[in-house]
């Protein structure tokens, strides 16, 4: 089992910035991909970024279109941490954020097994 707690709960200005954190605990070293999610109220949970290679690698990255260029994932192995640096934010980025864990790589919400509780990210206009 592997738990994730997301922190970094906020209320941002378009044009802002914000960083989340997702401590991760348990088995980490089972998983090979951690990603982050989002679900925007009456929308599908959507795929926003993913770093993959274990905990003591440096890992390869990935974006959705949406955020390429906008957002950056790192981890900070020595600390079991995922982070998303979120800059130029747009009204359009207001969700709930999710931090998620997979035993494989993807993009697909089935793919990962592991997920956080969520935390909401408003962008104002």
């Known amino acids: 089992q592997v738990q994730l707690v997301e922190s970094g709960v906020g209320l941002v200005q378009a044009g802002g910035s914000l960083r989340l954190s997702c401590a991760a605990s348990g088995r980490t070293s089972s998983t090979y991909a951690m990603g982050w999610f989002r679900q925007a109220p009456g929308r599908e949970r959507e795929f926003v970024a993913r770093?993959?290679?274990?905990?003591?690698?440096?890992?390869?990255?990935y974006y959705s279109d949406s955020v390429k260029g906008r957002f950056t994932i790192s981890r900070d192995n020595a600390k079991n941490t995922l982070l998303l640096q979120m800059n130029s934010l747009k009204p359009e980025d207001t969700a709930v954020y999710y931090c998620?864990?997979?035993?494989?790589?993807?993009?697909?919400?089935?793919?990962?097994?592991?997920w956080g509780q969520g935390t909401q990210v408003t962008v104002s206009s």
């Open positions: 770093i993959t290679g274990r905990w003591w690698s440096s890992g390869s990255t």
């Open positions: 998620a864990a997979s035993q494989v790589l993807g993009v697909s919400r089935s793919d990962y097994d592991y």
